[in-house]
């Protein structure tokens, strides 16, 4: 099977690149904003319901005209910013993903070139046309045949992004199925009883993070403390965002090299987040935005992402099944009652008293739902 893989890497600057890669970070801004701002007036007018990027292509030349330095900039760029835009929408239409916002200044910066581009791996660098040769921090190698970049920019940092096609073999998986449980005490339990603790980055790094916070209140606007402070703050969730993100693609790796079906629950994690119905009422009373952003500590829903595209690639699969009383329910005689759990950690069915670890429990129900999925 052949997939699309991106190599990140981080880029190696002087001013004058840093200057001519946030020309281009702005000039896809503008894109963006102005064709955002043309298809809503289309919307209100009633003449154009759906975004189309042809369309859009259309209108650029009137664009040109008014803003005559978009000219400057490549054309390829443009057409980018213009196809991301697009893509936006479609989230919107498919109701994956809110409405389109406007951009703003600073956030999420980024552009791609999908020709004219070389990379050399063995001297570090590659080439942008317009912008000349770059050098990046090689930290692996790229493997398959190149088709496009993306330059971005994050926390002071910039990073050159290459997506490139490759053929992705099958593995042999050594064991053929697993089910998994989700939960806030433990971020995954296997039906084998394998228990993976959460990494919990926010509650380790919380205390120094509100006291940045503290601190930052007490600043002056726009001083240059104030300012310190705040890139302090940024690069501390900058680490926490990238220490979520190497454990959960460890984990998912880890799982998905050694199960071929992988079953995993389909929690609804907006609601959880909001009823909290798996703490004791006190602690839920305790507080409850504590649990929200523990819950989003977890980002399970990232992990379950990672765990279907990946078995994707090696040939496995990772099927989402009813997370309806998983927690609930008795394997063995399949009873269900909230009576079956006395206290958070441990499940004792009230019919047969068959007993385990709760979390197990949900897991083997995780399975053998999973088995009945995958029969069907
Ligand atoms: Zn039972």
């Not at 880029?11 to 503008?30: A, D, P, Y």
């Not at 084998?192 to 603790?197: A, D, K, Q, R």
């Not at 310190?228 to 880890?254: I, P, Q, V, Y």
């Not at 649990?291 to 990672?306: C, G, H, T, V």
Request: one cysteine or more; glycine letters at 4%.
């Amino acid at each position: 099977m052949m997939i699309y893989k991106s190599f990140k890497f981080e880029l190696i600057l002087n001013n004058e690149q840093i200057r001519s890669l946030r020309k281009n970070f702005g000039c896809v801004r503008f894109i963006s904003n102005n064709a955002l701002a043309w298809h809503n007036k289309c919307r209100e007018s009633g003449s154009k319901l759906r975004f189309d990027s042809r369309d859009a292509m259309r209108e650029l030349e009137s664009w040109k005209k008014e803003f005559p330095w978009l000219n400057e900039y490549q054309p390829q760029i443009i057409k980018e910013a213009i196809r991301d835009l697009e893509t936006a929408f479609k989230h919107y239409y498919a109701k994956r993903l809110a409405y389109p916002r406007f951009k703003a200044k600073g956030v999420k910066e980024s552009f791609r070139v999908s020709e004219g581009f070389k990379v050399e791996q063995q001297n570090n660098r590659c080439y942008l046309p317009e912008i000349g040769w770059i050098r990046y921090i090689n930290s692996r190698e790229i493997k398959g045949t190149i088709r496009s970049i993306t330059i971005s920019y994050k926390c002071k940092k910039f990073f050159i992004s290459i997506l490139a096609l490759l053929e992705a073999k099958p593995v042999n998986h050594p064991e053929r199925e697993v089910g998994i449980d989700l939960g806030i005490a433990q971020f995954a339990t296997l039906s084998n009883g394998v228990i993976y603790t959460p990494l919990s980055v926010y509650k380790k790094y919380r205390i120094y993070a509100q006291k940045l916070e503290k601190q930052l209140k007490n600043k002056q606007l726009y001083s240059n403390n104030r300012e310190k402070l705040k890139d302090k703050l940024a690069k501390l969730h900058s680490k926490m965002a990238n220490c979520r993100k190497d454990f959960l693609h460890k984990l998912s790796d880890k799982l998905t090299k050694r199960y071929r079906q992988i079953y995993v629950e389909d929690l609804k994690i907006n609601r959880m987040a909001t009823s909290g119905n798996l703490l004791s009422k006190k602690e839920l009373v305790d507080n409850k935005k504590e649990l929200n952003k523990s819950i989003m500590d977890q980002a399970w829903y990232e992990f379950r992402r990672q765990l279907e595209y990946k078995s994707n690639w090696r040939g496995g699969k990772s099927i989402k099944v009813s997370s309806v009383n998983t927690s609930k329910e008795c394997p063995i005689c399949h009873f269900i009652s909230s009576e079956n759990r006395p206290y958070r950690g441990l499940f004792k069915c009230v019919r047969c008293h068959y007993s385990n670890n709760a979390d197990v429990v949900g897991a083997l129900n995780v399975l053998a739902r999973g088995r009945i999925f995958a029969k069907s």
